[in-house]
Each structure stands twice: as structure tokens, then as C-alpha cells.
């Protein structure tokens, strides 16, 4: 059986969408685990568009399960780590303006600011999952570096499962992820997987023995506002 961290951020877009105080993430993150889910996921970037502050210090106290939270290796949230202490945290690229993560850090390059953030974090009882590319010099990279988890950037193989064809795209994208998981499962690192998974490309990757969690987001939420709608028109149209 694969773990599923969900990935809660876009009920904060949805909020953030009108600055108000619903959907509460907090509520949300109940409701996944109550779900099944086995971890919360949430990322704090540097510009606040979704997941707040005070989504962190609180879902820090409510969720039960696993509380993974997502950033870059910056000074500030380095910090708010140390201080808030969630389950893991997984270090991604963040690029201004970005629409989302696009790319797995590049564990060759910055190794000083990787290497730091790892060893204060670890230091501090708090589990570090690098997001990388399915690539093996950024598996070797990584294992240097001194992580023991790391989570498997899916974008490349999800973009080439928009067309429902058996592409050689998706075929070469599926095996290097297989690959890259097979080779740090043969490392002794933990291997997870994420970004993009759909309902209709998640089981090609949940099939993969060696990736033990996948990290879910958009999809999630993007069909809860869909089979949660038909019930939401119905409770206003018995208020009218
Ligand atoms: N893993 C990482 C590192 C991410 O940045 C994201 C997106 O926040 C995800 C997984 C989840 O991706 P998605 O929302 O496409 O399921």
C-alpha cells in the first residue's frame, strides 16, 4: 500500500481568493485525515498567496497523522520551521511568480544552503525530503548532501498523461521515475513521489514498490469542489 499525503494548499487559494476566513485549511486537513489520509501537506512560500502563517502554527497543533510542510531554503523559513517543528519538511525550488513548483531542486548546485538547512532541521528532530527530478546525478547529489528521504518530481510524466495515449513521452517519464526510485530505495533512502497526479495517472506510480508516499494536491481539491457542489447548490436552495 502507497501513503497519501494530502496536499491542502488550494482550499487557502480558495480562501485567499477573497481574503476572508473559509475554507479553513485547518477544517480541510481534519476532514483528509478522517478521510484515510495518511499526512497533511502544505507550502509555505515566500509570498503567502495561499497557506498563512497561522494556518502553520495551528494545523501544527491539530493534525494528528503526518505534517509535512513544503519551502525554500531560505533564512525565514528555515526559522519558522525550527519554531513551529512539523513532522518533515520537503525543500523545493521556489521562483517568483511561478503558477507552481516547476522543477526539483538542483541538489548539484547551492550544496552550502541545502547542506545547512538539512543539518539544522535534522538537528531539530524534524524529518528533510529534497523535492528532486527523477535523474541519477541529482539522486547521488542528494545522498551527499545527506538526505535520507526524498520525494520524486512526477510533473514530466503527468504532463505527458494530458492525452490519454500510451506516448512514448510517458513511457520514457514513467521508467526514469522508476528508475530514479529503484536506485535510492537501493541507497536505504525513502522514496516518495509527487506533482501532478491525477485520478486517471496515479496507479502507474503507485505501482512502483520502491515509492512508499505520494504527495497529492491539486486534483484532490479540484474534484472535491466538483462532487462537493451538487450537495452545496442543494443546503442554499433549502435555505432560500
Ligand atoms: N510535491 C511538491 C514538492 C509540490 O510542490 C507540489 C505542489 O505544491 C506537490 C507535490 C503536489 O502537486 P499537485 O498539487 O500537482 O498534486
Redesign the pocket.
Known amino acids: 500500500m502507497t501513503f497519501l499525503s494530502v ?1 491542502i ?2 482550499i487557502a487559494t480558495i480562501r485567499e481568493a477573497r481574503r476572508t476566513n473559509e475554507p479553513d485549511p485547518v477544517t480541510a486537513a481534519a476532514i483528509c485525515e478522517l478521510a484515510g489520509a495518511h499526512g497533511i ?1 502544505i ?1 509555505l512560500r515566500g509570498d503567502r498567496r495561499h497557506i498563512q502563517d497561522r494556518d502553520v502554527k495551528i494545523l501544527r497543533q491539530t493534525v494528528k497523522t503526518k505534517l509535512n510542510i ?1 519551502m525554500a531554503a531560505t533564512e525565514e523559513m528555515i526559522g519558522i520551521a525550527l519554531n513551529v517543528v512539523p513532522d518533515q519538511v ?1 525543500l ?1 525550488p521556489e521562483l517568483p511568480g511561478e503558477i ?2 516547476t522543477g526539483g531542486l538542483d541538489c548539484t548546485r547551492n550544496e552550502q544552503a541545502i547542506v545547512s538547512a538539512i543539518k539544522r532541521l535534522q538537528s531539530n528532530n524534524i524529518n528533510v525530503s529534497l ?1 528532486i527530478d527523477p535523474a541519477e546525478p541529482q539522486i547521488r547529489a542528494a545522498l551527499g548532501l545527506g538526505a535520507r528521504t526524498i ?1 520524486l ?3 514530466v510524466y ?1 504532463d505527458a498523461t494530458l492525452t490519454n495515449h500510451e506516448t512514448k513521452e510517458r513511457i520514457e517519464a514513467l521508467g526514469a521515475v522508476k528508475q530514479a526510485a529503484e536506485l535510492a530505495h537501493s541507497k536505504n533512502m525513502i522514496v516518495l513521489a ?4 491525477t485520478y486517471r495517472n496515479v496507479r502507474a506510480i503507485a505501482s512502483i514498490p520502491a515509492i512508499v508516499e505520494l ?7 479540484a474534484r472535491a469542489a466538483l462532487v462537493g457542489l451538487e450537495r452545496a447548490v442543494r443546503d442554499m436552495v433549502a435555505l432560500l
Open positions: 496536499n494548499d488550494h501537506t507550502h513544503e520537503t523545493v507552481t513548483t523535492f520525494e518530481n512526477t510533473a503527468s509527487g506533482h501532478g497526479l504527495n497529492i494536491g491539486h486534483n484532490i481539491i
